[in-house]
Structure formats: structure tokens, C-alpha cells
């Protein structure tokens, strides 16, 4: 059984281009959470997603962010126009229900760096 | 809002020797989840142990033991035996009921393990 999947490990943007981070959840998990780790920081929650819905976005920045986990397909982090302040590593995890005593699985993470 | 504290940014200990990492958490709940995860260079967030609020018995996993208090909001690792793996970023993280595996991270304490 797969772990998280992420893609790209590293990307490299020049400021004002996309970027577009994939995560493919582990399978049987229908539950998605987006995380980003600032350097010498700990994770801070962006945004959570179940199949074709957002459950709860409150970590995400008001603009530039967007986040998807399309019915078929991995979930997609995106950013638009980014800035030197977006390099950071963005972490996905999964989990397959959000009741109980489940647990998260992390992804090995995707270093954005802004040039 | 729930809010994880890690007040150690660094710590230090002899291969062998035990150490104990501090976490102190706040939130309003009786019923929530901690965790320790670790995070050594490679970035894979690696679960360590995990305690259910409700549950008065301290979590133990091999040489991983906690020492949970919840009248006073604490949360300690303690790890014995310790090993040059050990090495790594180790974050304290809280999850409250009924949010899905959204997670609250402290801010982290690096362990070094001296040989």
C-alpha cells in the first residue's frame, strides 16, 4: 500500500509564475489536509478537502491560494503570482475518515522555492 | 483557539541517556488527541505516539513514553535509551474532536543525539 504521494519534491518558480503541487492521498482515503512549513517553523493547517469539497479552508490566504481534490485525480495545492514569501515546504496528508480514532498520514513534502 | 507550545527550541542528549522533551497545550475541550511526530532530515513526518484526552494512562511505544497531565495542559515525550536515529525535529500536535485530522503544531524542538 502506497504512502502519500507528492509531486514535485522540489519546484523552483521565478515570482509572479504558478505553482502547482499534487498530492495523491493513500488508497481508501477520501480525506486530504494541506500543511505549510515556513524554514525553522512548525506546520501550520491551510486547508482541508474530501472529494469535491472543501471542508474547512481557514488556514489558506485570502488570495493567490487555491486548493481542489477532484473526484477522479490527486489533490491539487495551487498557487498564483507567487512571491518570495510563498517558499516554503507544503505537506499533504490523508486519512480516511474523519470520526474516530483515525490517524493522518504525511506526504514527504514539496520545497517551493521562489527566485 | 487551540494553541501548542514547545518552549525548548534545542535540545541535547547522550547516545544512551534519556531526555525529555516539554509541550503545554490550551484549549477549551475535554475531549481532544495529542500527538508527537518526528521529522528527521529527509522531512517524512513520522508519527511517534499518540494520546487520547480521555484516557488517563500514559501512552507508551517502546522506548517512547509520554507523560500526559491534563489538569495542567502538559504533554512531555520522553525517550530512553536514546539512539543516533533518534536525531531529528520532533513537533507536539493537537487535534480536537470533530474537525477531521486538522492538526495544531507547536513550533518544534530539535534533539541532537551525541555519540
Known amino acids: 500500500n502506497a504512502g502519500v504521494m507528492q509531486n514535485p519534491r522540489h519546484l523552483v518558480r521565478r515570482r509572479g509564475q504558478e505553482a502547482r503541487l499534487r498530492c495523491s492521498p493513500m488508497?481508501?482515503?477520501?480525506?486530504v489536509y494541506w500543511y505549510r512549513q515556513l524554514p525553522e517553523e512548525g506546520l501550520k493547517f491551510m486547508v482541508y478537502l474530501q472529494k469535491e469539497n472543501i471542508i474547512d479552508e481557514s488556514g489558506m490566504p485570502k488570495e493567490r491560494f487555491s486548493a481542489e481534490f477532484p473526484k477522479e485525480g490527486p489533490s491539487i495545492l495551487r498557487i498564483q503570482q507567487v512571491v518570495r514569501g510563498d517558499s516554503a515546504a507544503y505537506f499533504c496528508?490523508?486519512?480516511?475518515?474523519?470520526?474516530?480514532?483515525?490517524?493522518?498520514?504525511f506526504g514527504q513534502g514539496t520545497r517551493l522555492t521562489v527566485v | 483557539a487551540q494553541t501548542v507550545t514547545q518552549s525548548q527550541p534545542e535540545m541535547s542528549v547522550q547516545e544512551a541517556e534519556t531526555v525529555t522533551l516539554s509541550c503545554t497545550y490550551d484549549?477549551?475541550?475535554?475531549?481532544?488527541?495529542l500527538f508527537w511526530y518526528k521529522q528527521p532530515p529527509s522531512r517524512q513526518m513520522i508519527l511517534v505516539i499518540r494520546?487520547?484526552?480521555?484516557?488517563?494512562q500514559n501512552a507508551t511505544e517502546n522506548r517512547f513514553s509520554v507523560n500526559f497531565q491534563k489538569a495542567a495542559k502538559s504533554f512531555s515525550l520522553k525517550i530512553s535509551d536514546s539512539q543516533l536515529g533518534d536525531a531529528a525535529m520532533y513537533f507536539c500536535a493537537y487535534r480536537r474532536p470533530g474537525g477531521g485530522n486538522k492538526l495544531v503544531f507547536g513550533a518544534g524542538t530539535i534533539l541532537r543525539v551525541k555519540s
Open positions: 496528508a490523508s486519512s480516511p475518515a474523519s470520526r474516530g480514532n483515525t490517524e493522518a498520514f
Open positions: 484549549t477549551s475541550e475535554s475531549d481532544y488527541y
Open positions: 488508497k481508501g482515503h477520501s480525506h
Open positions: 494520546q487520547e484526552a480521555y484516557k488517563q
